[in-house]
């Protein structure tokens, strides 16, 4: 089945330890998206991938970058976690340029700073 | 930017039981999406629905983008409903289309 997939699941590093989260997806889809997701709030966006076309949101902190070596996965470095950080990292993709341009979501990726 | 927020922001359910949410936007949206987040945190698609209504078995979905408003109904509810209830609204832009997402409405359905 095609699908977004994120690995891996359950992250837990250190304070100011660099970590990198991935996402790939089958579904051939030109846009890559980023979401962070802190606890009872809704899933914020922090930037997306238009093919290899990098978009960041305004207000993403410099401390979090992205990388889309091809179209099928895409990563989210954060360069020195801090304990805000702490929150679920969704990713989704979609088709632009189709009618219809619904984003579909993996599993997520809850990362623990310590 | 566009603002959305969703009412009720908590609702506590019996099994079996009908119910309505409500998602009202700021702004003129290309599209509507409603998501459910189960207790995993896994966001699944409910509807696509940008106007008019769509039913997909228990759910249906109403969207009124005049009114800038959308409603998600829940008919018979289930103990597997429970969850979060998102809807999210689109805004095209030139390099793909943006999710603004709304405030939640967090569901318990109880036996």
């Known amino acids: 089945d095609a699908m977004v997939i994120q690995n891996p699941r359950y992250q837990v590093t250190q304070f100011g330890k660099p970590v990198t989260l991935s996402c790939s997806q089958t579904?051939?889809?030109?846009?890559m998206y980023w979401y962070q997701q802190k606890s009872s709030q809704a899933p914020k966006l922090l930037f997306h991938?238009?093919?290899?076309?990098?978009?960041n949101e305004a207000d993403t902190p410099d401390n979090f970058q992205s990388r889309r070596p091809n179209t099928s996965f895409c990563f989210l470095d954060i360069r020195s976690p801090g304990l805000g950080d702490a929150a679920m990292y969704l990713c989704?993709?979609?088709?632009?340029?189709?009618?219809?341009?619904?984003?579909?979501f993996g599993p997520g990726t809850r990362l623990l700073v310590l | 930017g566009i603002q959305v927020e969703q009412s009720p922001p908590d609702l506590i359910l019996q099994e079996g039981a009908n119910s309505t949410l409500r998602c009202n936007f700021s702004?003129?949206?290309?599209?509507l999406q409603w998501f459910h987040q189960n207790p995993w945190g896994q966001l699944i698609n409910l509807f696509y629905?940008?106007?008019g209504t769509k039913q997909n078995g228990r759910l249906s979905a109403t969207t009124v983008a005049t009114e800038r408003y959308s409603l998600l109904y829940i008919s018979s509810s289930q103990t597997t409903d429970s969850g979060v209830y998102f809807c999210?609204?689109?805004?095209?832009?030139?390099?793909?289309?943006?999710?603004?997402f709304g405030t939640g409405t967090q569901l318990k359905v109880e036996l």
């Open positions: 989704a993709t979609s088709r632009y340029g189709t009618s219809a341009v619904t984003q579909y």
């Open positions: 579904l051939n889809h030109n846009v």
């Open positions: 991938y238009y093919d290899k076309d990098f978009n």
């Open positions: 702004d003129s949206v290309n599209n």
């Open positions: 629905i940008p106007s």
């Open positions: 999210a609204v689109e805004v095209f832009t030139g390099g793909g289309n943006k999710l603004t």
